[in-house]
């Protein structure tokens, strides 16, 4: 039965916060179904093309900030935003407002006990909100292609399908972006 969440307490917190992990592990786990015969080849979809190509896997380097919404202290929903190339360690290499930088919305989760409640909804908008305030204008975001609820939330909240993006391939992909 689906757990009524009325006022979930949103808190914002880097990709290596121990509530974060778990819930992007229990991601995994839910989509595990979904993509087994894909992640048999994952090893070649996960590969860089080359030498210094972009990672579809976050570094804490790359999240700028990741939100949980908590139901009590039990973290229940999470997404982040990601500078994807280049690093907070390097900004000389590559900063916010290069020309070669793109922002996406990364690892959206909710747990099955707590859907249908608006949460998805919410880390949504509290991504957008922080890059907003960034002065990001445009973010972008990758879901796979056996992942329709996914698909109809963002389009439900006005991102734009678009061309996949590297490091994403097109056989797996389904890309959005959205101007802030």
């Given at each position: ?12 917190t ?28 994952r ?6 093309a ?25 973290a ?84 734009t ?12 992909s ?7």
């Amino acid at each position: 039965m689906p757990v009524i969440v009325s006022n979930p307490t949103w808190v914002a917190t880097t990709w290596d916060d121990p509530r974060a992990a778990e819930l992007r592990e229990a991601m995994t786990s839910d989509l595990a179904p979904r993509y087994a015969d894909l992640w048999e080849r994952r090893d070649r979809l996960l590969a860089s093309a080359e030498p210094g190509a972009l990672s579809r896997v976050p570094t804490s380097d790359e999240v700028l900030v990741t939100w949980i919404a908590l139901d009590g202290p039990q973290a229940v929903a999470t997404g982040s935003l990601r500078r994807l190339g280049g690093t907070a360690r390097h900004p000389e290499v590559i900063h916010d407002r290069h020309p070669e930088v793109i922002h996406e919305v990364k690892r959206m989760f909710v747990r099955p006990s707590h859907r249908r409640r608006g949460l998805a909804a919410g880390v949504l908008a509290a991504v957008e909100r922080s890059a907003r305030d960034r002065g990001i204008e445009v973010l972008h975001l990758q879901t796979g292609i056996r992942q329709p609820e996914a698909v109809a939330l963002y389009e439900r909240e006005g991102w734009t399908r678009t061309d996949p993006y590297p490091p994403y391939p097109a056989e797996t992909s389904i890309c959005f972006e959205k101007r802030l």
